[in-house]
């Protein structure tokens, strides 16, 4: 067998298993396309806030360390979590808001279809209030249209992705899943980050305070600060299929 078919097997049987979407959809994966001239270590990370809690600490070490992040936000999170959008607002130069969903409503269509145990939308119509729900009020809030969209639970089908582009989002997918919903320990999250490649867009979580994403983050940023990683938020880059 040849060296690419062997390389092929080798992606086919890693997407596998990272992805966790049933057969009629998919979970985009994307890498950052690094331009030149910028520090070649660099990497993005985005935070989803689908709803529940703030995770103080975890934005506190960013602002401290003076990493910037992309954060996802749903309506939901936003009308519940006042203090934390006020923070997140604060920080202008270190928290780009993008739009994660009305309801974080999964961005799939059919109805009877489920993602994690989560009723996806019945139609178009609903998938389009989800997506602009959201960006209204983070239009409001910064005075920005948000340019990426990420659904709940980050898979799609064909329709929905064909619809969210042509409301003129950017689908924004990663290729670190660095804390699974903030359901990992912090050594299981630490390690993940740890292994970080240039180009890499991590996804975890800024909703859920009483995990352990925020330690895992405090003890693993210096590191990679000090190997020489750089950190940019999405819409200052280009994004290519991972
Ligand atoms: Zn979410």
């Known amino acids: 067998m040849s060296r690419s078919a062997i390389a092929f097997l080798l992606g086919l049987m890693l997407s ?11 979970e985009v994966h994307d890498r950052l396309v690094v331009p030149s001239g910028a520090p070649t270590k660099t990497v993005a990370i985005t935070l ?15 602002v401290n360390l003076r990493v910037p992040a992309t954060v996802f936000v749903t309506k939901k999170w936003l009308d519940h979590n006042p203090t934390g959008t006020a923070v997140l607002l604060a920080h202008p130069d270190l ?14 269509i059919g109805k009877g279809r489920r993602v994690y145990g989560i009723a996806a939308e019945p139609d178009a119509a609903h998938l389009e209030e989800e997506v602009t729900g959201a960006a209204q009020v983070i239009r409001s809030l910064t005075g920005h249209a948000p340019a990426f969209f990420r659904g709940a639970t980050a898979i799609y089908d064909a329709q929905s992705m064909q619809i969210i582009r042509s409301m003129g989002y950017q689908v924004a997918g990663f290729s670190v899943n660095a ?3 903030a ?12 292994a970080v490649q240039p180009g890499d867009i991590v996804i975890a979580h800024m909703n859920k305070p009483a995990g352990a994403t925020a330690e895992a983050f405090a003890a693993t940023l210096p590191s990679l600060l000090d190997r020489g990683y750089r950190f940019v938020t999405l819409s200052g880059v280009r994004l290519q299929p991972a």
């Open 48 to 62: 989803d806030a689908c709803g529940g809690a703030f995770d103080a600490s975890l934005i506190e070490t960013l």
């Open 95 to 108: 928290f780009e808001l993008e739009d994660h969903g009305t309801s974080h409503v999964p961005a799939v």
């Open 183 to 194: 359901s990992l320990s912090e050594a299981q999250i630490s390690a993940r980050l740890r």
């Open 16 to 26: 596998a298993t990272v992805s966790a979407a049933p057969g009629w959809g998919v």
């Open 179 to 181: 804390d699974a919903g």
